[in-house]
């Protein structure tokens, strides 16, 4: 009993029964947005308007639609699809290795029909073939008058290597994906901040406390004023407050320290820091303008208590300055960073804040499935060597030879075809 259940999961009708159902909940994931706020699910999925008539909000969080693959159901499926190769590979491709290391003599010249390729010889003899056959790295193992070759055995374990590299690279999405976490972060220059706003982690996520520091951000501009990119330089700090690692990060090269990433991935502009004519120093919050095509920031800078007259200051970039206008939406001039403005109130540029925002991600399973694919790649090239097999009998003054191989079957042949010449 225990054996046929053995052999039915080893089926490869079961796994790729299987396999059908993993793609089928993963294209679910990939179409219901995953990870979201239940705000999100009732706008996009509401009970008086069902998707497909059937598909509402409280559907996908009861069965887990919003987190697919973080479900119990979907990490069985995949530890289930995981036994299935293992089991074929100790009750299917284990034994199969095993019978093409043994010794597969032919004792009759009858067994010669069922070869893809044989014929009989008159004009060559015993040791001429085996010279020849020899040549062709063939290894040859002799009873008598009869003989077994074979080459490329090498090929048979590609099925085996294939397997184990599956199964490590579901381990690893397995690892990650209940033990990784995505949080994103929109931290103030000169900050220093603790990963607090997680987006999505697994059961067994160990958030880290770490704490990070913004030493810096800049952007690079082009002669055309446009973005070509953007830098945080950014250090990780121990519980002491001292720096433990540093790098500057831009978009697509992130800093890596101790398991975790940190990606850049956005900016914001805060406000502005100025100095009065009384030499006091005060900070005004910039506003992003809505519904507007490029980004643009705005602040109201008071001259006097009553909040009723003042300058309009407008800022689109980091370049080190800002434009200013009067409380009638006229232009004065540029203002640039420690230069001050000739007005009725004068005030000097101290500092432009900004922001960066950060992406921190912790994959503890991504080594696992590099190191699988690099054995999935190993096995694709071991599969192109093809597998040969060589049968000679002889029966009296006639040799009786044949082969088959797995693949590369014109290749065979025209060996073959010199071997018999």
Known sequence: MRQNIFKSIADLRFAIFILLVIAAFSVIGTVIEQD??????????????????????????KFGLDHVYKTWWFITLILLFGIS????????????????????FFRTTQQFCRL????????????????????????IFQQKNIIY?????????????????????LMGAIIGSVSGFKAQEIVPKTETFHIQNVLNNGQFTLIPKVSIRINDFWIAYTKQTTITQFYSDLSVLN????????????????????????????????????????????QYPFINLPNSQEKIWLTWVS?????????????DNLQGYCSVYNKVGKFIGNLELNESLNTETPIVLMDILSSTGLQIKADPGILLIYLGFLFLMISTLISYITYSQIWLVQDKKKIFIGGNTTRATFDFELEFLKLVK
């Not at 979201?36 to 969080?61: A, C, H, M």
């Not at 090269?253 to 990606?263: E, L, R, V």
């Not at 001259?303 to 309009?312: A, H, K, R, S, W």
């Open 36 to 61: 979201q706020s239940i705000e999100t699910y009732k706008l996009n999925y509401p009970l008086t308007n069902r998707v497909f008539g059937f598909l509402s909000w409280d559907i996908i969080l």
């Open 85 to 104: 190769l293992l089991t074929c590979t100790f009750l299917q491709q284990f034994p199969s290795l095993k019978i093409a290391r043994r010794c597969q």
């Open 116 to 139: 893809n390729i044989s014929t009989n010889l008159q004009h060559l003899s015993f040791p001429q073939l085996l010279f020849k056959i020899k040549e062709n790295n063939y290894s």
């Open 149 to 169: 070759c074979y080459k490329g055995l090498i090929g048979r374990i590609a099925p085996i290597i294939v397997h184990f590299s599956m199964i490590i690279i």
């Open 239 to 282: 519980v002491d407050g001292n720096e433990i690692h540093r790098k500057t990060i831009f978009v697509n090269s992130p800093a890596k320290y101790n398991g975790i990433d940190y990606y850049q991935t956005d900016w914001n502009i805060l406000g502005l820091r100025v100095k009065n004519k009384d030499f006091s120093v005060s």
């Open 303 to 315: 001259n006097n208590p009553e909040l009723n007259d003042g300058l309009t200051i407008l800022i």
